[in-house]
Structures are given as C-alpha cells and as structure tokens.
C-alpha cells in the first residue's frame, strides 16, 4: 500500500523557517521523482518544487533562494526546507511521487502569520 505522510507544518512569523518532511513506503523511492506542491484557499495547486530520482532540483520562480528541497533515498523521505517565509506562502502543502503514475499525501498545512 502507498503512502505519504507530510509533517513539519504550522504557525510561523513572517521571515521565519519551517521543515517539512514527506516519509513514503510502498513504492520505490529512488526510481521516483518527488514533488512538493502547495494549494491556498480560492487557488489552483501549484509545483513549489521537485527533485528527480538522480537529484535534479527544480523550483518555482517564487520560492528560488528561499526554499531547498532535498531527498534521502536511504530514508525514502523528501524535504522541503522553507526559510524566509512570506505570509503568501500560507497553503496545504503536498508531497508528491511521480513516474509512470502519480502518488499524493494527505498535505500539512503551512500558515505565515504575525
């Protein structure tokens, strides 16, 4: 059975830091690429940024310099290292496996807010 479970969100101040992690089991995690994506409130779900099976990083123009996506192969987790958040960057954020098919976590809600 595939999973993804997303953790590391919450409440944080503008210009602050958070962690999110994504652990999957049921699929093999290195032939995977791993996405992450967010969806505010009224928004589309939109790519924030995605790492390939061979480490190939790619981000969306509003988060480069900002956020880091990383992934452990040994760990089958990916993360998603968010600094300097703006208030903008409030949305569910969702992991993502893709290859021939596309695997979806539950998300973890990320709120910036003073």
């Known amino acids: 059975q595939v999973q993804l479970v997303e953790s590391g969100g919450g409440l944080v101040q503008p210009g602050g830091s958070l962690r999110l992690s994504c652990a999957t089991s049921?699929?093999?995690?290195?032939?995977?690429?791993m996405g992450w994506y967010r969806q505010a409130p009224g928004k589309q779900r939109e790519l924030v940024a995605r790492?390939?099976?061979?480490?190939?990083?790619n981000y969306a123009d509003f988060v480069k310099g900002r956020f880091i996506i990383s992934r452990s192969n040994a760990k089958n987790t990916v993360y998603l290292q968010m600094n300097s958040l703006k208030a903008e960057d409030t949305a569910v954020y969702y992991c993502?496996?893709?290859?021939?098919?596309?695997?979806w976590g539950q998300g973890t809600q990320v709120t910036v807010s003073s």
């Open positions: 049921g699929f093999i995690f290195s032939d995977y690429t």
């Open positions: 993502n496996a893709l290859r021939f098919g596309a695997y």
């Open positions: 790492i390939s099976f061979r480490g190939t990083t």
